[in-house]
């Protein structure tokens, strides 16, 4: 165990590993959603979501309350983060749709009725147009 900063002395940062392990657990929360339904009236789950409702369920399942329930209220106090700082976790936001991005360049997200929750490449939903980044 480190002794505690001495007056004066810098506070050790985290390392780029750990800064976004909330992101890390609302991830490993919402891809264990795939292959669920759609439904903007059942949005929370447990059976399906919309979009926003499965990022809400994925950080409150992980402890951060207070996210923003539908995709007109983004920002709704999260930090933005650049686009090419993007880490797994963070929240992908274009009008209309928000998804949490898993990393090489896939996301989770709830999609539609006819697909559910799904991980898909950015690509395919965002058509390479991420317009926000996202971290709470």
Known sequence: EEPAPQEGEEQPQESSDSTNSLGQCALAWATKQVGKGYSQQARYGPNSFDCSGLVVKAYEACGRKNMPTWTGAYPGGLKAVPNDQM???????RDGHVALYAGNGEIVHAVSTKH??????????????????YRP
Not at 120 to 129: A, E, K, M, Q, R
């Open 116 to 133: 559910g929750v799904k991980k898909t490449p950015i690509n395919g939903w965002f058509g390479g147009s991420v317009q926000k980044v």
């Open 87 to 93: 880490q797994p976790g963070d929240i992908l936001y």
